[in-house]
């Protein structure tokens, strides 16, 4: 309750005359210059960023979207119960087959006034072993002979990236036995003809890995299926695990230097590499787990152990994250719930984890997409193998052999036929398209735990 | 100087609610309460006053054990609850808050409607049966805190929706929900305009009727209208306690008269 007396806000008189407010001062100048630069610095940070993200989408897209078109070839067809029984009772069953499609798709040319030789040979270029797929396809569908069936078959990987612009018909030399020029030919002949077409790649999609002889046929499906399996073992484990001992060393853990080492470990965890995890998993789950304790469920290649890996390395990103949200909750909201007579856990499950329950799930999130996207330890755990088939049962989607998205892309990746690259780079765009559906699950749910208050 | 009229009014001596006897605060190496000895009693206001960081804001939090969640605080001598020692071991702290209720210095109601914020503590205490018997709680609750009519039709509204009055009161409402013996309030007009101090203070007076109130206050002039008695704080020691009038107008330590003159704090 001083007195003090307020500044005179007149000029005090012979004092050096202020300068005018309409001039900007030489240091206000300098001020503004730094200020002028640093937004610089920032619009041209920004640029960049963007420019490098366009360049990355532009070039996974360029390259990766022909991986989800494929040419097929349409043809009528009937097979009669004479040529059945016909083929059937040779040695060369499939030859059989073979020469009922030549005929069929010469008469369907024929029909549209395209009159093409061609043999068997060239057929088999152009459209890989046909005579085995339509023995297949009757023996499976005995009910289809006799029947006007349309088959769709697709073209060969050559034939393909020749319509895909992979190659021109000037890069083929003389001696090629995959493709010649008279190939390429008729394939533009029936492309004209309308029985050539560019479809939907279906099979990328839903199909299973193939060898080196059919990179047209290989799909993404099965390792989808793998990492949605691991994605369930990390969701299980590491979210109740990790928010549970969130809670604890937040809300109820006495703070000495136990738990402090025990902070500071977390957060070491965070950062280590995490093919470290995949030799932990290798050692403790495959070879201890499985091996020494006989746990039939741990085998390398298995889900089960991919999810339990990732978990580990998942673990400290959710406790991390989910610990920051706690600790934004406002403890005026703790004493409000204590004062009223609430008991700790009261306090915390009723009022300090739904408000940092939007935190916690973008937490969790990132964690699992990370873990989604985590190539390194799969490969120590072998989960990189040669997978040509969907698990069969549920229970096998865990203990069964496959490999994951991530896994898959680095595989093709490593082969040599084009047509694997980029199925690599299509898969890429499997494994993005995941990533924005997750952020999207995360947004919305972030956004409906927001809205309650 | 200061108007000490409701003092004056009431001047009977009391039951005692809650007493302090030799009463130790710790926070780490520091001592921030040294041997305080105070006699709380029944259905009066009592005040603590004193300058900043001297202790008031830490001795009203040893009455509900609200320094329990401090993990360095440590209290010693005997603080007792209708002559029970609330540091017992046996005594669980929830138990005892119940009985004891506490209004902080910033309004904190939950982010949840209005309705549930009265409820929840009835609700977590199990006092009421039904929707019925909740909602009766509520009504009386919010009525008693003179907020009844201002929201009556938006129970569902979130209250941190309300302004700094109403949420304040709205704490006060939540506080008696759980019927308390006690209600302990720590500087709680300090975050409000003077419109929503003065509809505070009322209550605090009618409040009165019903509980033991024990108010933190920085404001001498707020002590002086609401508390019966004052006890005066200063460097953790209990300066000097007794009746408000007396306290405002005959101060017996100089310290007391120092600072309600002006010159300390």
């Given at each position: 309750?001083?007195?003090?007396?307020?500044?005179?806000?007149?000029?005090?008189?012979?004092?050096?005359?202020?300068?005018?407010?309409?001039?900007?001062?030489?240091?206000?100048?300098?001020?503004?210059?730094?200020?002028?630069?640093?937004?610089?610095?920032?619009?041209?940070?920004?640029?960049?960023?963007?420019?490098?993200?366009?360049?990355?989408?532009?070039?996974?897209?360029?390259?990766?979207?022909?991986?989800?078109?494929?040419?097929?070839?349409?043809?009528?067809?009937?097979?009669?119960?004479?040529?059945?029984?016909?083929?059937?009772?040779?040695?060369?069953?499939?030859?059989?087959?073979?020469?009922?499609?030549?005929?069929?798709?010469?008469?369907?040319?024929?029909?549209?006034?395209?009159?093409?030789?061609?043999?068997?040979?060239?057929?088999?270029?152009?459209?890989?072993?046909?005579?085995?797929?339509?023995?297949?396809?009757?023996?499976?569908?005995?009910?289809?002979?006799?029947?006007?069936?349309?088959?769709?078959?697709?073209?060969?990987?050559?034939?393909?990236?020749?319509?895909?612009?992979?190659?021109?018909?000037a890069d083929i030399g003389d001696t090629n036995r995959f493709i010649t020029a008279a190939d390429l030919d008729l394939a533009d002949a029936l492309k004209q003809a309308?029985?050539?077409?560019?479809?939907?790649?279906?099979?990328?999609?839903?199909?299973?890995?193939?060898?080196?002889?059919?990179?047209?046929?290989?799909?993404?499906?099965?390792?989808?299926?793998?990492?949605?399996?691991?994605?369930?073992?990390?969701?299980?484990?590491?979210?109740?695990?990790?928010?549970?001992?969130?809670?604890?060393?937040?809300?109820?853990?006495?703070?000495?230097?136990?738990?402090?080492?025990?902070?500071?470990?977390?957060?070491?965890?965070?950062?280590?590499?995490?093919?470290?995890?995949?030799?932990?998993?290798?050692?403790?789950?495959?070879?201890?787990?499985?091996?020494?304790?006989?746990?039939?469920?741990?085998?390398?290649?298995?889900?089960?152990?991919?999810?339990?890996?990732?978990?580990?390395?998942?673990?400290?990103?959710?406790?991390?994250?989910?610990?920051?949200?706690?600790?934004?909750?406002?403890?005026?909201?703790?004493?409000?719930?204590?004062?009223?007579?609430?008991?700790?856990?009261?306090?915390?499950?009723?009022?300090?984890?739904?408000?940092?329950?939007?935190?916690?799930?973008?937490?969790?999130?990132?964690?699992?997409?990370?873990?989604?996207?985590?190539?390194?330890?799969?490969?120590?755990?072998?989960?990189?193998?040669?997978?040509?088939?969907?698990?069969?049962?549920?229970?096998?989607?865990?203990?069964?052999?496959?490999?994951?998205?991530?896994?898959?892309?680095?595989?093709?990746?490593?082969?040599?036929?084009?047509?694997?690259?980029?199925?690599?780079?299509?898969?890429?765009?499997?494994?993005?398209?995941?990533?924005?559906?997750?952020?999207?699950?995360?947004?919305?749910?972030?956004?409906?735990?927001?809205?309650?208050? | 100087m200061y108007d000490t009229r409701n003092a004056e009014r009431d001047v009977t001596q009391n039951e005692i609610k809650m007493s302090a006897r030799k009463c130790q605060v710790f926070y780490g190496d520091k001592q921030a309460i040294i041997d305080v000895d105070i006699d709380v009693e029944d259905k009066m206001v009592t005040a603590f006053i004193g300058p900043s960081g001297c202790g008031k804001s830490t001795f009203l939090r040893v009455l509900n054990r609200m320094n329990d969640t401090i993990p360095i605080a440590r209290v010693e001598g005997a603080i007792t609850l209708d002559g029970e020692d609330i540091y017992d071991p046996r005594v669980d702290p929830v138990q005892l808050r119940a009985r004891v209720g506490m209004v902080f210095q910033k309004p904190n109601p939950f982010p949840k409607s209005i309705y549930d914020n009265v409820a929840y503590g009835p609700r977590i205490h199990g006092l009421a049966t039904g929707k019925a018997e909740m909602d009766a709680i509520v009504e009386k609750s919010l009525r008693r805190a003179a907020l009844w009519d201002e929201v009556k039709d938006r129970l569902q509204e979130p209250g941190t929706g309300l302004s700094g009055g109403q949420q304040q009161r709205l704490c006060i409402a939540r506080a008696v929900a759980t019927e308390p013996e006690v209600l302990l309030m720590d500087e709680p007009c300090s975050a409000l305009d003077p419109i929503a101090t003065s509809q505070v203070e009322e209550l605090i007076d009618e409040l009165r009727e019903s509980y033991s109130v024990v108010i933190v206050t920085h404001s001498m002039q707020q002590a002086a209208r609401v508390s019966q008695k004052t006890a005066f704080f200063h460097l953790g020691y209990l300066v000097e306690y007794g009746e408000t009038g007396q306290i405002f107008t005959n101060p017996r330590d100089e310290r007391t008269e120092s600072y309600i003159s002006g010159r300390i704090g």
């Open positions: 309750m001083t007195d003090a007396a307020p500044a005179d806000p007149r000029p005090v008189q012979g004092a050096p005359s202020r300068p005018s407010l309409l001039a900007t001062s030489d240091r206000m100048k300098r001020r503004n210059a730094a200020e002028a630069r640093f937004r610089a610095y920032g619009l041209i940070a920004i640029s960049t960023a963007g420019a490098l993200l366009v360049v990355l989408l532009w070039n996974i897209l360029s390259a990766g979207l022909p991986a989800f078109q494929r040419t097929v070839v349409t043809v009528d067809f009937t097979l009669t119960e004479d040529q059945f029984d016909a083929a059937e009772s040779v040695l060369f069953k499939t030859r059989e087959y073979e020469t009922y499609f030549i005929a069929a798709l010469s008469d369907q040319l024929r029909d549209r006034g395209l009159d093409l030789e061609f043999d068997s040979a060239s057929v088999e270029r152009l459209l890989g072993k046909v005579g085995a797929t339509l023995r297949s396809h009757y023996r499976d569908n005995p009910d289809a002979i006799g029947q006007p069936v349309r088959f769709e078959l697709p073209t060969s990987s050559r034939v393909e990236r020749y319509f895909k612009g992979g190659f021109a018909r309308g029985v050539l077409r560019t479809a939907f790649n279906w099979t990328f999609v839903t199909g299973v890995d193939t060898g080196s002889d059919n990179p047209g046929g290989a799909g993404i499906g099965a390792s989808v299926v793998g990492s949605f399996f691991m994605m369930l073992v990390v969701l299980v484990l590491s979210l109740p695990i990790g928010v549970a001992a969130s809670i604890y060393l937040e809300e109820f853990a006495p703070q000495n230097r136990f738990t402090d080492f025990i902070e500071v470990n977390i957060s070491n965890l965070a950062a280590v590499p995490s093919i470290v995890f995949g030799i932990l998993g290798l050692a403790v789950f495959i070879q201890f787990g499985g091996g020494q304790l006989e746990i039939q469920a741990l085998k390398a290649s298995a889900p089960l152990v991919g999810g339990l890996v990732l978990s580990l390395m998942t673990l400290p990103t959710i406790i991390i994250a989910t610990r920051a949200a706690l600790k934004s909750v406002p403890p005026s909201i703790r004493e409000a719930a204590l004062g009223v007579g609430a008991s700790k856990m009261q306090a915390v499950f009723h009022h300090v984890l739904p408000l940092a329950m939007p935190g916690i799930l973008t937490g969790a999130i990132i964690g699992l997409a990370q873990a989604l996207g985590e190539t390194a330890p799969l490969l120590l755990i072998g989960m990189v193998g040669f997978i040509a088939r969907y698990p069969e049962t549920f229970m096998g989607g865990f203990e069964g052999p496959n490999s994951a998205l991530p896994a898959q892309i680095y595989n093709w990746a490593s082969r040599s036929d084009a047509t694997f690259i980029e199925k690599a780079w299509g898969g890429i765009i499997v494994l993005l398209l995941f990533m924005l559906t997750m952020n999207l699950i995360a947004i919305i749910l972030r956004r409906r735990f927001e809205r309650r208050w | -």
